[in-house]
């Protein structure tokens, strides 16, 4: 028994990144309803291992020539599409259970508006008697969307840690709610009230995250505690393809006591051994975030803790001095943000050209044997499949990882707005997001593909030399079953050396057939042909040098 219920909704895709879905916001909110004098419930949807196939909603049956057969080499992407987390009926008992009088939903992701909303209806369906209010992301930038369910009585844009305690306390005292800060609801006549999102003034004034209500052992890893952390919020930056720039939430970053207390309250419950910050911008003030990791190392040193920022880090704020402190303080890899080398797409992005930094970088990390991945974006609108490989190609000369990230127009931003102006939306709002490749426009859909899939190939080289192989020559495909080859890692050897022979991407079943990926072949002999021209300027082996972990 509760007086308000948060829950996290399920998720419907091809994957889910358990260590990305930590509930911080709700847990948050929670908190600061807490010190309000209101008892709450937090219903994890996807704390639990709980998963099963669905067929492709007819939306994504594009998506069948790319996924359609299963494929156990190391250039997969994926096969099923799935519901992971609780049952809707799971998540409708525990609302009539929990005799909340306001539940609260997180919509985070536009592509996962459609969960959010049948979380709603089955909460509805069970415990009639309750209001039920959505924040989150998606909410904030799509509220007429999210309200054309009448099962939605109230919305909240921004931060709900402002909203939510005005909310409650007028529902259950039945007061007015029209000056709620980042309220949205409807008036008697069925028109909307949409107000501009809440904003935490001082993100100090706020309690620590109510952690307790989290199911922390499903968030393990390696058997040992897993947190979020964020320090800062919003962005101060302006790129094209995010929405925070333009959210109307100011960039904002909390104390490192504040901080410091987080984790410690953390560490004092269980043994926590990997720490996650979320934030947009981690590193952008180079006194406060040396005095965070000073005091991290300082506080938790003993601990042995791996420290993440897998948002991305921007690498001009990057310097020897930070970086020999990241690792001090925990971090083994730096999640670096590259976003493209191609001057006309930087343009488009609104964003710098870091590659200078991050070279810089790049070699310092060697020097400290730490591990890097560079993330880059393919296929945004006007973006060329070409200067993608190009950008594949400027990685294979490093020793990173590489990370491609498909576009997908996240509403609220320039490039959502780009979109709807050149008609390049998709028709429903569950294919934003990368695995549906949700846009064709200077990129075709089986351009990005293609480039998701180089990616791979590059990765499984530098994961090779890494482990000290050598490439396996190239060599012509002549129709043969892998069927008894278990090992993954050898399967990929034997692909990749029909790959370096004639450009084709191949996968493999499990009973053994190899098939063909439907590819570009234009986009994979450009890539090859690049490769083939690193190795006769200079040693395989010293251009190409691995990261350490395989990530990307």
């Given at each position: 028994?509760?007086?308000?219920?948060?829950?996290?909704?399920?998720?419907?895709?091809?994957?889910?990144?358990?260590?990305?879905?930590?509930?911080?916001?709700?847990?948050?909110?929670?908190?600061?309803?807490?010190?309000?004098?209101?008892?709450?419930?937090?219903?994890?949807?996807?704390?639990?291992?709980?998963?099963?196939?669905?067929?492709?909603?007819?939306?994504?049956?594009?998506?069948?020539?790319?996924?359609?057969?299963?494929?156990?080499?190391?250039?997969?992407?994926?096969?099923?599409?799935?519901?992971?987390?609780?049952?809707?009926?799971?998540?409708?008992?525990?609302?009539?259970?929990?005799?909340?009088?306001?539940?609260?939903?997180?919509?985070?992701?536009?592509?996962?508006?459609?969960?959010?909303?049948?979380?709603?209806?089955?909460?509805?369906?069970?415990?009639?008697?309750?209001?039920?209010?959505?924040?989150?992301?998606?909410?904030?930038?799509?509220?007429?969307?999210?309200?054309?369910?009448?099962?939605?009585?109230?919305?909240?844009?921004?931060?709900?840690?402002?909203?939510?305690?005005?909310?409650?306390?007028?529902?259950?005292?039945?007061?007015?709610?029209?000056?709620?800060?980042?309220?949205?609801?409807?008036?008697?006549?069925?028109?909307?009230?949409?107000?501009?999102?809440?904003?935490?003034?001082?993100?100090?004034?706020?309690?620590?995250?109510?952690?307790?209500?989290?199911?922390?052992?499903?968030?393990?890893?390696?058997?040992?505690?897993?947190?979020?952390?964020?320090?800062?919020?919003?962005?101060?930056?302006?790129?094209?393809?995010?929405?925070?720039?333009?959210?109307?939430?100011?960039?904002?970053?909390?104390?490192?006591?504040?901080?410091?207390?987080?984790?410690?309250?953390?560490?004092?419950?269980?043994?926590?051994?990997?720490?996650?910050?979320?934030?947009?911008?981690?590193?952008?003030?180079?006194?406060?975030?040396?005095?965070l990791l000073r005091e991290i190392q300082n506080r938790f040193g003993y601990l042995n803790m791996e420290l993440r920022a897998m948002n991305g880090l921007f690498p001009p704020s990057l310097d020897q001095e930070i970086i020999e402190q990241m690792k001090l303080s925990g971090f083994k890899t730096l999640n670096l943000s590259l976003g493209s080398t191609s001057p006309s797409q930087l343009r488009n992005f609104s964003r710098p050209d870091v590659r200078n930094s991050l070279e810089h970088v790049l070699r310092i990390a060697d020097r400290m044997d730490m591990d890097t991945v560079c993330y880059i974006i393919a296929g945004a609108p006007d973006q060329t499949a070409s200067d993608s490989v190009k950008d594949l190609l400027y990685l294979a000369g490093h020793n990173t990882i590489a990370g491609v990230s498909i576009f997908y127009p996240a509403p609220g931003s320039p490039d959502y707005r780009k979109c709807a102006a050149l008609k390049l939306l998709p028709e429903k709002?569950?294919?934003?997001?990368?695995?549906?490749?949700?846009?064709?426009?200077?990129?075709?859909?089986?351009?990005?593909?293609?480039?998701?899939?180089?990616?791979?190939?590059?990765?499984?080289?530098?994961?090779?030399?890494?482990?000290?192989?050598?490439?396996?020559?190239?060599?012509?495909?002549?129709?043969?079953?892998?069927?008894?080859?278990?090992?993954?890692?050898?399967?990929?050897?034997?692909?990749?050396?029909?790959?370096?022979?004639?450009?084709?991407?191949?996968?493999?079943?499990?009973?053994?057939?190899?098939?063909?990926?439907?590819?570009?072949?234009?986009?994979?002999?450009?890539?090859?042909?690049?490769?083939?021209?690193?190795?006769?300027?200079?040693?395989?082996?010293?251009?190409?040098?691995?990261?350490?972990?395989?990530?990307?």
């Amino acid at each position: 028994m509760a007086d308000i219920l948060l829950i996290q909704p399920p998720i419907r895709d091809f994957y889910l990144t358990k260590k990305r879905t930590i509930p911080y916001g709700l847990s948050s909110i929670a908190s600061v309803l807490i010190e309000n004098g209101f008892s709450v419930e937090l219903f994890d949807s996807l704390a639990t291992h709980k998963s099963h196939i669905l067929d492709y909603p007819d939306e994504m049956n594009h998506l069948r020539p790319f996924y359609g057969k299963p494929d156990q080499s190391p250039f997969a992407l994926f096969h099923h599409f799935r519901h992971f987390g609780y049952s809707y009926e799971h998540i409708g008992k525990a609302a009539r259970q929990s005799n909340a009088f306001l539940v609260g939903i997180s919509s985070l992701f536009s592509a996962y508006q459609d969960e959010a909303l049948k979380t709603a209806e089955i909460v509805k369906k069970w415990h009639p008697d309750c209001k039920i209010v959505i924040g989150g992301h998606h909410a904030t930038s799509m509220p007429e969307e999210v309200m054309k369910n009448p099962v939605v009585d109230f919305l909240i844009r921004g931060e709900g840690e402002v909203s939510m305690p005005f909310l409650a306390k007028a529902v259950h005292d039945h007061l007015s709610i029209k000056d709620i800060p980042g309220i949205v609801y409807r008036e008697e006549n069925s028109s909307l009230v949409i107000t501009p999102p809440a904003v935490m003034s001082s993100l100090d004034h706020y309690p620590l995250p109510a952690t307790h209500l989290v199911k922390k052992k499903y968030y393990q890893r390696n058997k040992s505690g897993s947190i979020a952390v964020v320090a800062s919020r919003g962005c101060p930056m302006k790129c094209s393809y995010c929405s925070m720039g333009e959210s109307g939430l100011p960039y904002r970053r909390r104390s490192v006591e504040s901080v410091v207390k987080e984790i410690e309250l953390a560490t004092v419950s269980e043994p926590v051994r990997f720490i996650d910050f979320e934030d947009e911008n981690l590193s952008l003030d180079k006194k406060w975030f040396l005095a965070l990791l000073r005091e991290i190392q300082n506080r938790f040193g003993y601990l042995n803790m791996e420290l993440r920022a897998m948002n991305g880090l921007f690498p001009p704020s990057l310097d020897q001095e930070i970086i020999e402190q990241m690792k001090l303080s925990g971090f083994k890899t730096l999640n670096l943000s590259l976003g493209s080398t191609s001057p006309s797409q930087l343009r488009n992005f609104s964003r710098p050209d870091v590659r200078n930094s991050l070279e810089h970088v790049l070699r310092i990390a060697d020097r400290m044997d730490m591990d890097t991945v560079c993330y880059i974006i393919a296929g945004a609108p006007d973006q060329t499949a070409s200067d993608s490989v190009k950008d594949l190609l400027y990685l294979a000369g490093h020793n990173t990882i590489a990370g491609v990230s498909i576009f997908y127009p996240a509403p609220g931003s320039p490039d959502y707005r780009k979109c709807a102006a050149l008609k390049l939306l998709p028709e429903k709002i569950s294919l934003m997001r990368s695995s549906a490749f949700p846009i064709s426009h200077t990129t075709s859909r089986i351009e990005a593909v293609t480039i998701a899939r180089l990616g791979r190939i590059l990765n499984f080289i530098k994961l090779l030399l890494r482990k000290g192989h050598s490439l396996p020559a190239s060599r012509p495909f002549q129709g043969e079953v892998l069927s008894d080859l278990e090992d993954r890692e050898e399967k990929g050897k034997q692909l990749l050396s029909w790959f370096l022979h004639d450009g084709r991407i191949r996968g493999v079943t499990p009973d053994g057939h190899v098939f063909e990926h439907l590819t570009d072949d234009t986009l994979a002999t450009q890539f090859l042909t690049g490769i083939q021209s690193l190795l006769d300027v200079h040693p395989f082996i010293n251009i190409m040098q691995p990261g350490k972990n395989g990530d990307g």
